[in-house]
């Protein structure tokens, strides 16, 4: 509780000053509405927001799924040969650098225009690859030379020293890289709906779009609070499991 109040106390401050400004400097509520009126557009638009907020939260939890799927398994399968990660590494490298935006187009093609959802799964679940990906790699590699060593000695197979020895090891890095692959994947679901132009999954993109078009723009920062806490309640959860996994390893 004590950690949560100064940041809780930071933020009211910055309500209070904001809607004060806009209160005095009378800006007009189409630039920048106070925050009274984005809590109004919260209450009314409450059951349309819910309902897309959860759109995204859905097709963001898939795409993390698939990213762990493929990330951590990809990187597992490298670590076990120098050649393979020497190989595969530099892909992975220009996959993260390749803007989302850039493939989209292609991915509504071959996922199908009629399937936007599963076009903004895998965008989404490419932006958050690269994270799990490297944590795991990374941690892999990051077991106790000298144990590595005891296992040598004691001729322990590949399957063995994987099991027993760099799996544990990498832990902590697989949950760093599941933290920031959990907000890359909101980030990149939020992004791949806006680039698939369609309206089809009714995410809270489409809700941003769709408020923008029209101007409304205590509607679009209702939007983006619901995002925002979107966001900040899986980071929550992930550091939940951090918390867990690290009290049963001590």
Do not use: N, S
């Given at each position: 509780m004590i950690r949560i109040l100064p940041p809780l106390l930071l933020t009211v401050l910055?309500?209070?000053?904001w809607e004060l400004a806009c209160s005095l400097l009378h800006v007009p509520p189409w630039f920048l509405p106070p925050p009274s009126a984005v809590a109004t557009a919260l209450i009314a638009r409450a059951p349309l927001l819910a309902a897309s907020a959860a759109a995204t939260f859905w097709m963001a939890l898939?795409?993390?799924?698939v990213a762990a799927l493929?990330?951590?398994g990809l990187a597992l399968a490298v670590s076990l040969s120098r050649s393979a990660e020497q190989a595969v590494r530099p892909l992975a490298v220009a996959l993260q650098v390749t803007p989302v935006v850039a493939i989209a187009p292609l991915v509504m093609i071959w996922a199908g225009l009629d399937?936007?959802?599963r076009a903004v799964v895998a965008l989404a679940a490419t932006v958050a690859f690269f994270p799990l990906f490297s944590g795991v790699l990374t941690g892999l590699k990051s077991a106790d030379p000298d144990l590595e060593r005891l296992f040598d000695l004691y001729g322990a197979s590949?399957?063995?020293?994987?099991?027993?020895?760099?799996?544990?090891?990498a832990l902590p890095f697989v949950l760093e890289g599941l933290r920031v692959a959990a907000g890359l994947a909101v980030i990149g679901a939020v992004v791949a709906e806006f680039v698939s132009g369609s309206g089809a999954t009714q995410g809270l993109a489409?809700?941003?779009?769709e408020a923008g078009n029209r101007l409304r723009t205590a509607d679009m920062l209702a939007a983006l609070?619901?995002?925002?806490?979107m966001g900040l309640l899986l980071n929550a959860a992930v550091g939940l499991?951090?918390?867990a996994v690290r009290r049963r390893l001590s």
């Open positions: 910055l309500l209070a000053g898939q795409a993390l799924a493929l990330g951590g399937h936007a959802d590949p399957v063995q020293r994987l099991i027993r020895l760099r799996l544990p090891a489409w809700r941003l779009l609070a619901c995002l925002m806490v499991l951090d918390r």
